[in-house]
């Protein structure tokens, strides 16, 4: 069953993050947060691809990053900004969640693909990730056009985390600050699909 995403969030969503203003195969996937959950998980028959998008590297300007670079594994897309303070907190655990997605200790493997949003001096958050030793790539997007790729993912509530399958279909939606383990059991399930 495909679902679409509510036209209104509840109070409890927008507090979940830092908010702030701001398929080419079975059709297009669109995200629903009944009740305003901060977690929705997605059963292998209802999920549907996203579309490849784009953006230029925030570590590598010039160059493009694209979803379609990771073909075959897992991403977790992680939509951040250096200045909201539980994408600050979970840095470390996306870190960790990108050495076990490298090593393939995660029971899959693959990449945390970050998508840096409303940060509008880019070299504030290069130094960020340097500081914090983040090796994992992000695209560059400061007016998060990339969360119409996502199926309406709420642009407003920053973090967000979209686990994708190797096939780049949303398994997991996280619209709250993650921890690692979070992330790893839904790509251990993930990684049993295979």
């Known amino acids: 069953m495909q679902r679409t995403f509510a036209a209104t969030l509840s109070c409890a969503l927008l507090l979940a ?34 579309q490849d998008f784009s953006g230029e590297s925030l570590t590598q300007p010039g ?10 594994q897992v991403v ?18 996306l870190q960790e969640i990108q050495e076990a997605l490298q090593s393939g200790s995660a029971g899959a493997r693959g990449t945390v693909l970050g998508i840096n949003v409303r940060d509008p001096n880019p070299q504030i958050a290069r130094d960020f990730l ?7 790539p992000s695209i560059y997007d400061p ?11 709420p642009s407003s509530v920053i973090p967000t985390t979209v686990v994708l399958d190797s096939q780049h279909r949303p398994a997991a939606v996280f619209l709250r600050e993650v921890t690692a383990q979070d992330v790893l059991d839904v790509v251990e399930r993930l990684g049993q699909e295979a």
């Open 76 to 93: 977790v897309l992680n939509a951040w900004g250096q200045w909201c303070a539980p994408c600050r907190a979970e840095v470390d655990d």
């Open 130 to 136: 340097a500081d914090n030793g983040v090796t994992y």
């Open 17 to 50: 993050g830092c908010g702030a203003g701001g398929g080419d195969e079975g059709g297009t996937f669109a995200f629903h947060s009944p009740g305003g959950q901060v977690e929705i998980f997605y059963d292998e028959a209802e999920r549907q691809p996203l």
């Open 143 to 153: 007016p998060f056009k990339t969360a119409a790729f996502l199926g309406g993912v």
């Open 63 to 72: 160059e493009e990053i694209a979803l379609s670079d990771f073909d075959g």
